[in-house]
Structure formats: structure tokens, C-alpha cells
């Protein structure tokens, strides 16, 4: 007897082991089993989440939003159109939300929602300081509300907001949901260039497109002030980046000379020379101490420009 329950528990340690490195490296009878599992008990039921992604991973909904009336816009209202890629999504190591409730917006589907990481209309989940730069203006005190339309693309070059690319569309549509709610844009906010920098796009194309995509604004009424950043590190091979990074580059050039050249085109903060290694936490994306740098810098820049522009 007492063999037999030696022989019996070696058996169901062997089926143990085998089961177990079978079902860890997909090893047979393991694949069999559980096809056999799947046909009898069914598969099971995914986990719901709180988010909803377009195809294109652009954040269209999140159950823990509020939603709030648009406030209405005067001359005391920012109206923030933040397009670009990943450092200008919902992609960042820190969340933030709105300070003073209602008083800072997120518009997406002419609907607006109290302002909170991540933001509808861009793509990722994680966080953002475009809040954190609304709280800053409305602390201000020059700044009674702030509404911010995040249409921020992970990975999207140029190309694909100028004429022609998948993203153009994007622009018009937004643009046509904000004119119906009553918001004139006061500022449009670029924070893109990492892409097409490891892509090695020339300095001449990126001119063409980037005035493309602004071409398409103007036509559609956008008429405000075009702040271009200077934005082209992203590294290691991880994030899609090189090793190592060059200051002065095809796509910095480019965004220097768009912000200088006139047509409503104005410099916007230039994170490639603002923030240090601490501050990406993954030596591309921006982390917590690197969003408060950008949104301070930001807020300096914006109210600067405002109140140069009242005192005329």
C-alpha cells in the first residue's frame, strides 16, 4: 500500500512539473489542454476599463470624467489648441487636474469636462501638464477660464497633419466643433518634431508640411498665434529614438526658422534645451519635474505675449 501512495504522489508531482512548464513555455500537451479548456468552459471575458480608444488610440471617453456647461468665452478666456505627438499626449510620468473645477476645461465633442490626466482628444492614458498650465494662467489672475482642446498623436510625424495625411481631417473636425460651441482659438500650441527627426526628414520638408497643416487651420478660421516648439529628443531604441541626440538638427533648424519667419508663427518653448535627464523619465517622455518646467515655462510665455499684446 505504501508504495502505491509513493508511486501515486510521484505521479501527481511529474503531472505538476510538466503542467507547469508546459503551460510557462507552451510546451505540449499544454496548447491541446487548453484548446480543450476554450471549447468546453469558453474563454474568459475580458476585464472592462474606464477608457475608450478610437483605432487610432486616441482617448474618446473615460467613465470618471464630469461634465460640465462650456463656459462662455470673453476676453479673459484662453482657448488652448495643443496639437502634436507623444510629449504633447497623454503620455507623461505625471497626472494633474483642475485647481478651480470648471475654470479649466477639456473640450472634445463640443462637449467640455472638468480638466483632469489623461485628456480626451489625445492618445495614451497616463499624464499631461497642459492642466497643470491652466491652472497656472487662472492663477494668474489674468485668466478667468481656460479651455483646452488636446489633439496630441503618439509617434505622428509632420506629414501626417499636413494636407493629405491622416490627421488634416482631425484638425477640420476640430476646428468645426469648437466654432459651433462659440470658442475662438487664442492660441495653437505645436509639440512635435521627435518622429520625423529619427526619421531624418530635411529641413525643407518639414517647412512644406508644417505649412500645410497650418495652411488647413487658417482655412478654417483658426486665426491665432502658432507657438512652435522646438521638440526633436526622444532616446533610445525603446521609444523609436537613437542613442544619442544633436542639439542643432534638420528639424530644430526648421522650427526655429517657421517661428521667426512671421505669418502668425511664434516661438514656443524649447523643451530640447529646457529639460535635463531627470526630467524624461524614460529618456524621451517627460516625467514629473519636467512637466512643471514646460508648464511654468509655457505660462511665462502665454501671459507675456498677452500682456504685450493688451498694451498696444
Excluded at 67 to 93: F, I, M, W
Excluded at 131 to 141: E, P
Excluded at 171 to 183: H, K, M, S
Aim: glycine share 10%.
Amino acid at each position: 500500500m505504501r508504495k502505491i501512495w509513493t508511486r501515486g504522489l510521484v505521479a501527481l508531482l511529474a503531472m505538476y512539473l510538466v503542467g507547469g512548464i508546459g503551460g510557462r513555455h507552451n510546451f505540449v500537451p499544454w496548447p491541446q489542454f487548453s484548446a480543450l479548456k476554450k471549447q468546453v468552459v469558453g474563454t474568459e471575458p475580458v476585464a472592462a476599463s474606464r477608457y475608450i480608444f478610437e483605432d487610432n488610440g486616441r482617448l474618446v471617453a473615460d467613465e470618471t470624467k464630469t461634465a460640465v456647461d462650456c463656459p462662455k468665452q470673453t476676453e479673459r478666456t484662453a482657448v488652448l489648441l495643443v496639437l502634436g505627438q507623444s510629449n504633447a499626449s497623454n503620455h507623461a510620468g505625471q497626472r494633474y487636474r483642475s485647481a478651480y473645477g470648471a475654470r479649466v476645461t477639456n473640450f472634445f465633442g463640443k462637449r467640455c469636462f472638468i480638466a483632469a490626466s489623461p485628456l480626451l482628444g489625445s492618445t495614451d492614458a497616463a499624464g499631461e501638464y497642459w492642466t497643470l498650465l491652466g491652472n497656472l494662467l487662472i492663477a494668474s489672475g489674468e485668466i478667468d477660464n481656460v479651455i483646452i482642446a488636446s489633439q496630441a498623436f503618439n509617434g505622428s510625424e509632420v506629414a501626417r497633419w499636413s494636407r493629405g495625411g491622416d490627421l488634416n481631417g482631425l484638425l477640420i473636425e476640430t476646428a468645426g466643433q469648437l466654432q459651433d460651441v462659440g470658442y475662438r482659438v487664442t492660441n495653437v500650441i505645436w509639440v512635435q518634431g521627435e518622429a520625423d527627426y529619427v526619421k531624418g526628414t530635411s529641413t525643407e520638408a518639414y517647412q512644406e508640411r508644417f505649412r500645410s497643416m497650418t495652411d488647413t487651420l487658417r482655412q478654417q478660421g483658426i486665426d491665432a498665434p502658432i507657438y512652435v516648439s522646438v521638440a526633436t529628443k526622444c532616446l533610445e531604441p525603446s521609444n523609436g529614438g537613437f542613442k544619442t541626440h544633436v542639439l542643432d538638427n534638420a528639424i530644430s533648424r526648421a522650427q526655429l526658422a517657421l517661428a521667426g519667419s512671421g505669418n502668425g508663427f511664434r516661438q514656443g518653448v524649447n523643451t530640447d534645451a529646457l529639460l535635463d535627464e531627470v526630467d524624461r523619465y524614460d529618456d524621451c517622455h517627460i516625467g514629473g519635474t519636467g512637466e512643471e518646467k514646460a508648464a511654468r515655462a509655457w505660462a511665462d510665455l502665454l501671459l507675456t505675449e498677452r500682456r504685450i499684446a493688451s498694451s498696444q
